[in-house]
């Protein structure tokens, strides 16, 4: 790729979250009517989420990390439990089993998908477990179909962490229906945001009330505390954006959607992500491979950045090599090769034809001054495409 150095223009981002005129009147309407918290747009905002998931019922609290933690509270995980989690995730994964009190045991992922492997999963049950966590990764669906027949055989819960991943499915049937319950996070770069927040899907009212509890002190009645909670309501302002959000989300996706596949028919020398038979990916991240180690992959991220293309690695360091899990001294190659090679692109649906012409062109400038390409061929699996 000839003469891109002397190719001038503005930087495309890893990430763009929306923060358009609608969300911004949602957000005004809602100070200007003085009810801010726990109120009207929040009941609102649960409704029209449950769309996204068969109708199951929704609650709304401030963040993906807490949805996790209270999912796991609500079905009684604790004390003395074991909760079976991928260390290729971010810490959220695992640090909301600590939070609940219980022990996170890190599983292998697939190479290819960068989900829980459900034979790694088969071998982390013990008398201890009490769930499996199958994170979503970068909007791919996990192998639910194996992942829940080991639930069953062995009496486990599942919690999926569907934080990257609203609107995935597999085999048609919508990422937040598997599990006994599921959570979403609503940060500003997720494929859809609202500031801050997550939802937490279940199936029965029973656990809806729990969580409903717990993320209000305990209190249905003011005052009439049941139950020892915290304070993880949600805003109003936070919904009404999410509501705005949500009205696009379809929209996105499909953009996000034909983004990858133009990167993937476009992108030479590099691992594009595999998508499993039956997956609707929604490419949260579109994260491929580059050959060679992190140096190299250090070395490709300067050249994109020069050529006006930002990037971004999730994640660098696996969990269970991160200061609270290293102790537990698991060994576990397929992550720790995956945290050394990823590297995730921008696929936003802020991206123009133009953009994603030039994020093909400078990766295979990026990976030629890198000395990356060369590196491909020892790995045969996912669609592989030489240079
Ligand atoms: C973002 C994220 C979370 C946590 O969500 P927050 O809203 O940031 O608390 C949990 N798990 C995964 C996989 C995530 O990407």
């Known amino acids: 790729m000839q003469g891109m150095q002397g190719l001038r223009r503005d930087m495309i981002p890893a990430a763009k979250p929306v923060i358009g005129d609608e969300e911004i009147d949602a957000a005004v309407r809602v100070l ?28 709304a609290v401030n963040s993906g990390t807490s949805a996790l933690h ?13 909760v079976v989690v991928p260390s290729f995730s971010f810490a959220a994964t695992a640090n909301a089993v600590r939070l609940a009190g219980a022990e996170p045991v890190f599983a292998e992922i697939d190479a290819d998908t960068f989900c829980l492997d459900p034979d790694a999963v088969a071998d982390a049950i013990g008398p201890r477990t009490a769930a499996l966590m199958p994170v979503h990764l970068y909007g791919h669906p996990a ?8 639930a069953q055989r062995h009496g486990l819960a599942v919690v999926e962490d569907a934080c990257q991943a609203h609107g995935a499915a597999l085999h048609g049937r919508p990422v937040g229906t598997f599990g006994e319950a599921a959570c979403f996070s609503f ?28 993320r209000n002190q305990g209190m249905e009645q003011r005052y009439a505390n049941e139950i020892v909670g915290a304070n993880m309501r949600m805003t109003d302002v936070a919904a009404a954006i999410g509501r705005v959000q949500l009205a696009r989300l379809e929209g996105w996706t499909e953009q996000r959607r034909r983004n990858a596949s133009v990167l993937d028919s476009g992108l030479r020398g ?32 300067e050249e994109l950045r020069t050529l006006g293309v930002g990037s971004a690695v999730y994640y660098p360091t696996p969990i269970h090599r991160l200061r ?15 945290s050394e090679e990823v590297l995730s692109l921008p696929v ?5 034809p133009d953009d994603l012409a030039h994020i093909v062109a400078a990766a295979g400038e990026a ?21």
């Open 270 to 301: 590099l691992t594009v992500p595999p998508v499993a038979d039956g997956a609707r990916h929604v490419y949260h991240q579109y994260t491929v491979r580059v050959p060679g180690g992190a140096a190299v992959r250090e070395a490709v991220q």
């Open 367 to 387: 990976l030629r001054v890198a000395g990356a390409a060369g590196a491909v061929g020892g790995r045969e699996r996912g669609e592989v495409v030489p240079s």
């Open 143 to 150: 192998p639910m179909g194996g992942l829940t027949r080991l």
């Open 324 to 338: 609270p899990y290293e102790d537990l001294g698991v060994h576990l190659p397929v992550s720790d090769r995956a």
């Open 32 to 59: 200007r009517s003085g009810q801010v918290v726990q109120g009207p747009e929040v009941a609102a905002f649960e409704e029209e989420f449950g769309a996204l998931v068969e109708g199951r019922t929704c609650v």
């Open 348 to 352: 936003h649906p802020g991206l123009t």
């Open 187 to 214: 940060y500003p770069t997720k494929n859809m945001h609202a500031l801050e927040g997550g939802i937490v899907t279940v199936p029965d009212e029973g656990h809806a009330r729990t969580l409903r509890l717990l």
């Open 70 to 82: 209270l999912a796991l509270l609500a079905l009684g995980i604790g004390r003395g439990d074991e």
